[in-house]
């Protein structure tokens, strides 16, 4: 899959200075020329920005959209899982779709979608409607993150090229610190709907000044592998379906859950042979024989699994057993994007002095899994000041990671190979958020279930002490109230011990990850590798 600019220069004035520099890469000269860069680039900015805002600011406004649509703590969830799912299946079209009508275009085609998307979901009346709307909204900002990185790389010198990554990751990362505090905000003074509607005003801004100063694409003919996308689509879309209704349908107690498992096997066994043997396959087999890549696809698959299934269990677990409001989970949340904003440029500094990569992502990753066996130890008496700093070391731990990973795996591929590698790389974080999100609600319900019965088993009249359980139960009706306020606090016990359960498993999964970071090879010093999109 070839990327819509990989070709240089598609306006008029690059095919008539073609003969002037032969080669785009040679000259310190933009690909495509813009008439006002700056402008271009916060256009840009707020249009990705969007994107990965949309990623974290539904997430403290969860229980909210429950009541309102009548929602379950199970079912809720698919307000998250559907945009990510979307997200995923769409990224491995976005070569070909801007290749055959245009980068232009097709950026314009997805900014004006994800606004007509967000403006429909604030205006959902039932959870499938919203659900179905972020499907919408995701399949069209899917395209919005690598064709920004895209616009940013070829309207830029290459010998820019690095600074300009920089800003625009850092900006980028602006969303998981400005997600929970102004979903929080927008919920708790307004709706929750106006989480979604706030996109519209600033997508309309973006929408304009892309209009205005978006430079045009030359068109590429580019092979579409539709059998291959069909497969990767189905597998996908069948893994997250197995997620999501393993539990409520008693898994594999359930045909459904059969079926679901037989088209997520299949399918990805003949995804596999078709793109070993297919003469055009949907992603470049070459890739997979390069040991950085293949190794950097795993880690961001738990990169993701481990940064979004946490920002998915905390707003109901503060909002719900800590009884924080939607403003105060904001506030707790913010930590996080702040400490990915803060180490960023200092591992790549520590790189540049000569710093192993790998002992750069490996002590990154080792940061995050000791952040949450901490919270692992959290109880319902932990105080705002430990949720804080505990955030703030696992932004400090992803930061870590983000950009030295991208540059370790694209350290060893050739430049022509970049675009697609960009699409492969967010569509394995994607999963991993998908995957992660699900199994951390379906351990949290069973959990909770399972806690529930153990701890309800130590009721009785020697634990409770000068309360008798027989005399209780005929104390009517005072005696059932203090039945419903024991069963309550059983309740929240519960809930808190599977959360905790929760966390232990991802500092597990963390330090699991740890002996493949030593698998890397270390790129060489000076090396100009361009990272990959590095947007949610």
Known sequence: MASAAADGPGA????????ARPAAASADVPHIEAKNRPVLFFAIMAAALLQVLDTTIANVALPHMQSSLGATSDTITWVLTSYIVASAIALPTTGWLSGRIGTRKLLLIAVTGFITFSALCGLATSLTEIVLFRIGQGLAGAYIMPLSQTVMLDTTKPSKHSAALMIWAMGIMAGPIAGP??????????????????????????????????PEWEKISVKFDRVGFAL???AIASLQMLLDRGEQVEWFDSVETWIYLALLLSCSWAAVAHMVFAKN???????????????????????????FATLALLPPMLQGLLGYSVIDTGFALSPRGIGVLLCMPISTAL?????????????????????????????????????????LLQGVGIGMCFLPLNTVAFATLPAKARATASSMLNLSRSIGSSIGISIVVTLLARNIQINHVELGANLTSQSLGAFDLNKLAQMK???????????????????????????????????ATLPLVLLLKPPKQGGDAAPADMGH
């Open 181 to 214: 505090i102004l979903g929080g905000y927008l919920t708790e003074n307004f709706d929750w709907r106006w989480v979604f509607f706030v996109n519209v005003p600033i997508g309309l801004l973006s929408l304009f000044l892309l209009v205005v100063n978006l």
């Open 232 to 234: 990767v689509a189905i």
């Open 281 to 307: 396959p949907l992603f470049d087999r070459d890739l997979f024989l390069d040991r950085n890549f293949s190794i950097a696809l795993i880690i961001i698959l738990m990169v993701g699994l481990c940064l």
């Open 477 to 511: 009706p005072l005696g059932s109230a203090a039945m419903q306020i024991a069963d309550a606090e059983v309740n929240r016990q519960a809930a808190m011990i599977a959360y905790i359960n929760d966390f232990w498993l991802m500092g597990v999964a963390c330090f």
């Open 351 to 391: 790189i540049k002095k000569g710093l192993d990569t790998r002992w750069v992502v490996g002590g990154g990753f080792a940061i995050v899994g000791l952040s949450m066996f901490e919270m692992s130890r959290w109880s319902l008496a932990v105080d705002t000041s430990h949720i804080v700093w505990t955030g």
């Open 12 to 19: 008029k004035a690059g095919r008539k200075n073609a003969a």
